[in-house]
């Protein structure tokens, strides 16, 4: 990547970035009330995203190789464990992360 490149690319990340920062508050100024469609939108993208992340982190799981997803199948079970004991994301997120990094290099490590 050349250095016009790289600098036309950093600043293509800085505008997104400043446009999703700063956005929601032009578009809804303090004292306006919220339109319906933001209000369905922050409900609906938050577990979206998570469910999104979960077909991503299994697309490539074998069931009839390797560790056969045990590892997989652990992590997803933390997750769901997590979350329905503190209602956390994060905190679930990264239970499951640890949980499967550990399986992975201690337990079915090759």
């Given amino acids: 990547m050349s250095a016009t490149q790289a600098a036309v ?6 505008l997104g ?3 999703t920062r700063f956005l929601p508050y032009a578009l809804v100024p303090r004292g306006r009330q919220t339109p ?3 209000r369905y939108l922050g409900a609906a993208l938050a577990p979206a995203v998570f ?4 077909v991503y982190c299994l697309r490539n799981v074998s069931l009839t190789g390797g560790s056969h997803g045990i590892p997989e199948a652990a992590a997803l079970l933390v997750v769901w464990a997590t979350y329905a004991w503190k209602r956390q994301m994060i905190l ?4 499951g992360t640890a949980v499967y990094m550990l399986l992975v290099q201690l337990v079915f490590a090759s």
């Fill in 9 to 14: 690319t950093v600043a293509v990340v800085v």
């Fill in 17 to 19: 970035t400043v446009l």
């Fill in 36 to 38: 319906p469609f933001l």
């Fill in 51 to 54: 469910g999104l992340l979960v």
């Fill in 92 to 95: 679930s997120m990264a239970a």
